[in-house]
């Protein structure tokens, strides 16, 4: 009987330690996770305010693109395991499945950054963006985020009147260019002429 109390007593002893551990381990780890996120976001809110839109843009992209490339690496050295083992089709078939679930779920996102993208480029050249009505199909919801997001058609010809719009301006800016560089000239000749004149 003493030994059993004893043993009571030594489980008691080591659980109180244990149970304080399990609390410090855990709400360590979740104080250094926020000290963790507040970084993160106000590294993000600097790079929102000195980044230029177009090179986050690239480099989201980039990011996502190397996520599919992992993705395709992934499921390349599972198929070879499973291959190994002699899999039976149903397994091979799941494998598929999933494979094809993830590349649909960063192609979704790939989507949803290009569709941002271009709908910041038009509104910043004033380009008319298509309304969101159901009946007119610009709009489509995706099948696994459930975010609204344009049709790729008319990604491309929002496209091409953005292009457009540079164009012009670009056309503009040049004209305004040349003008500049008459002036210039201009302005030289006759400091040259004054100059001459004047001796």
Known sequence: ???EIVSAEDKTEVAVPA???RRLNVALPLRFNMMLNRAHRGLRHIQRRLVPEQLQFWFAL???QRAKLDI?????????EYREVNADAEQ?????????YELRRIDEKIHQLCSQHIILQAERYFVAIPEFQD???DWEAARISGRLHLRREVLVTL???????QNERQEAARANLIWVMACTGLVGAVTGLISVLGR
């Not at 091979?92 to 094809?100: K, R, V």
Request: net charge positive; hydrophobic share 25%.
């Open 135 to 137: 009946d007119s199909g």
């Open 92 to 100: 091979m078939e799941q494998l598929n499945y999933e494979e094809a």
């Open 19 to 21: 149970r304080a551990y």
């Open 1 to 3: 009987m003493t030994a």
């Open 72 to 80: 395709y690496e992934f499921y390349e050295k599972r198929h070879e």
């Open 62 to 64: 980039r990011r996502l």
């Open 159 to 165: 496209r091409s009147a953005i292009r457009g719009r």
